[in-house]
């Protein structure tokens, strides 16, 4: 469960409470219950690597805001925000997040591109991340919920190096979706060339 938080910086036109009461609205209570997890991670990672724990916990609340849309709803938004035209071959797996952020802006008035972008990015990452963009990225993949094989290592490379965690996170999920024969969206196979091909292992000797 997220511990409440008093928002002091005028990010957001809701109080923490209020905030949390607009995502339950959108989503189912598991679905909203993740959220809060993630939220809660994400705090802990961004106290522990100097980022502001207030944006870390606004974006990681509302990481998953747009996640039981209709597909309508993100098609019709591709087609009239001129958003990349690549995205309607792609589904909800990548709009969640990509076009998600769309409607968090039109709904919850929030501009912050800080926190927007580190929506939009957790679905797909990018070749260059904030270090918000991969405390969202791995507070999704590591909360306290989540099980399946490779977790716990993912966990402990995180708290070592943020940027381990995030080549380890998008080394798995490429190799998922090849082994599912799933098509592959661009930006993630950017994350991948970017991270894997210039971030280093923790434990090489070029690592520091």
Same mark, same amino acid.
């Given at each position: 469960?997220?511990k409440p938080i008093e928002y002091q910086e005028g990010l957001v036109p809701f109080s923490h409470t209020e905030l949390?009461?607009?995502?339950?609205a959108q989503l189912t209570d598991s679905r909203y219950q993740h959220c809060l997890r993630v939220e809660q991670t994400?705090?802990? =990672?961004? *106290?522990?690597?100097?980022?502001? !724990?207030?944006? /870390?916990?606004?974006?990681? +609340?509302?990481?998953?805001?747009?996640?039981?849309?209709?597909?309508?709803?993100?098609i019709k938004l591709i087609k009239t925000r001129g958003l990349d035209p690549e995205l309607l071959l792609y589904g909800?797996?990548?709009?969640?997040?990509?076009?998600?952020?769309?409607?968090?802006?039109?709904?919850?008035?929030?501009?912050?591109?800080?926190? =927007?972008? *580190?929506?939009?990015?957790?679905? !797909?990452?990018? /070749?260059?991340?904030?270090? +918000?963009?991969?405390?969202?990225?791995?507070?999704?993949?590591?909360?306290?919920?989540?099980?399946?094989?490779?977790?716990?290592?993912?966990?402990?490379?995180?708290?070592?190096?943020?940027?381990?965690?995030?080549?380890?996170?998008?080394?798995?999920?490429?190799?998922?979706?090849?082994?599912?024969?799933?098509?592959?969206?661009?930006?993630?196979?950017?994350?991948?060339?970017?991270?894997?091909?210039?971030?280093?292992?923790?434990?090489?000797?070029?690592?520091?």
């Amino acid at each position: 469960m997220s511990k409440p938080i008093e928002y002091q910086e005028g990010l957001v036109p809701f109080s923490h409470t209020e905030l949390m009461a607009k995502v339950a609205a959108q989503l189912t209570d598991s679905r909203y219950q993740h959220c809060l997890r993630v939220e809660q991670t994400a705090r802990q =990672l961004a *106290a522990a690597n100097g980022v502001d !724990v207030e944006l /870390a916990s606004i974006a990681g +609340l509302l990481h998953d805001y747009a996640k039981q849309r209709s597909d309508a709803t993100f098609i019709k938004l591709i087609k009239t925000r001129g958003l990349d035209p690549e995205l309607l071959l792609y589904g909800n797996g990548v709009w969640h997040g990509v076009v998600g952020a769309e409607l968090i802006k039109n709904e919850l008035g929030i501009k912050n591109e800080d926190i =927007l972008n *580190a929506i939009r990015r957790h679905t !797909v990452g990018a /070749a260059y991340m904030t270090k +918000l963009d991969q405390i969202v990225f791995m507070a999704d993949f590591i909360e306290p919920a989540r099980d399946f094989p490779g977790v716990e290592q993912a966990r402990q490379l995180t708290a070592q190096s943020l940027a381990a965690g995030v080549r380890f996170q998008i080394q798995h999920t490429l190799a998922y979706l090849i082994g599912k024969g799933a098509p592959v969206y661009p930006q993630t196979l950017a994350t991948y060339n970017a991270w894997v091909g210039h971030v280093p292992a923790l434990g090489s000797k070029s690592n520091n």
